[in-house]
């Protein structure tokens, strides 16, 4: 039995909470800090997951044995190395790679330069700092639109802006390098070609020598039905996906999935845990679009219900350089994630606002996303323990269903998001619109 620490508060954290609590593995199990959905499945601890010394408390007070960053934040900051630097945490397993490993989403630069190196297809770049500002604007002059410009380093998935002409891409980069709009996330700015196909993400987990695959998925990004208005951290995702059929597959398997983990190990980067290949297809080819070190959301929503083995003994095999002794099983069933947000999200959003329903819900997994417990004696007896659930961010709830086919599993998130109801709720109805 491991005492397992799982790191995060949205909803991949809630589907990843709700996988782990199942394995019989799984000895006490905490989420730090988790939300009102992660509660039913372990103990929720108000610590943040930057804040690395209280982390370090909370794993020696409750003996962990595994630590499992969801989000990326804690894994470009070095939280690897922070535990195998210390005598007293280096024996817990980290289920993510180190900070030169998380690199490969933590700077575009970085990734694009380590894909030149294996020759892992992607789309062709420059990057440019303010120093090379003027160089900068002569390249989008003299590349052909629309453009794609890139913040090197994290900025809460809204660093990349897609211009139709050369003046609004012009803007764009001097907003971002010149204005420092993103911090330090855009003191290196890239500009890249832009690929026009059909995005999809494929995850592989390694232990960084051998690895395994898990279900394909794809996510609606824009806020607006037929992939219109502003781009959001995900509105719903599906698994399988019609496109990578099994000649597809396989050209990904072996021009960006073997190259990328025989890179990582050529080069002696320390890497185990899980890789998100953003890709996308272009005339029946693959191109890598961005690397990220960790599950996507709310790609895992739709993956790990899919996902028949034992995550933990996954994860303990990881440990043991032995995933070449695993086989990775799906179920052959149909996964639909449909998102609930705020009225508002991606701009300004109020936070408080009660959901109800929850008990009408029937063949669909709530995965809790922006969502906390709420004490009732603030509008009802001071004395009542009661808790009401509130939304606390712009993406609230991910529903998702199974079915037989992509259509049947749709109609069941569908019917079930409309049970849940709070002021402002909005959802996308054409989840999965060009496959149906």
Known sequence: MKNILLLGSGGRECALAWKISQSPLCGTFFIAPGNAGTSEYGINLPIG?????????????????????????????????????????????????????????????????????????????????AESFERGVAYIKRSEPPYVIKADGLAAGKGVVIAQNSIDAVKAFRAMVMNQQFGDASKTVVIEQFLDGIELSVFAFTDGEHYILLPEAKDYKRIGEGDTGLNTGGMGAISPVPIADDEFMKKVNERIVVPTINGLKAEKIIYQGFIFFGLIKVKGEPYVIEYNCRLGDPETEVVLPRLENDLVELIIKMEECKLNEVKAEFSNKTAATVMLVSEGYPGDYEKGRVMTGFEHVKGSYLFHAGTRESPKSKVKNLNSDEAEIVTNGGRVLAITSLGDDLKQALLKSYENAEMIKYEGKYCRKDIGWEFL
């Open 49 to 129: 997951v930057n804040d690395f010394a209280a982390l370090k408390r909370a794993c020696l007070e409750y003996k962990i044995d595994i630590l499992f960053p969801g989000p990326e934040d804690p894994l470009v900051a070095g939280i690897y190395d922070y535990f195998k630097n210390d005598a007293t945490l280096k024996h817990i397993i980290i289920v993510g790679p180190s900070k030169e490993g998380a690199q490969l989403e933590g700077s575009k630069a970085f990734s694009k330069k380590f894909m030149a190196r294996h020759n892992i297809p992607t789309a062709a770049y420059q990057e440019f700092t």
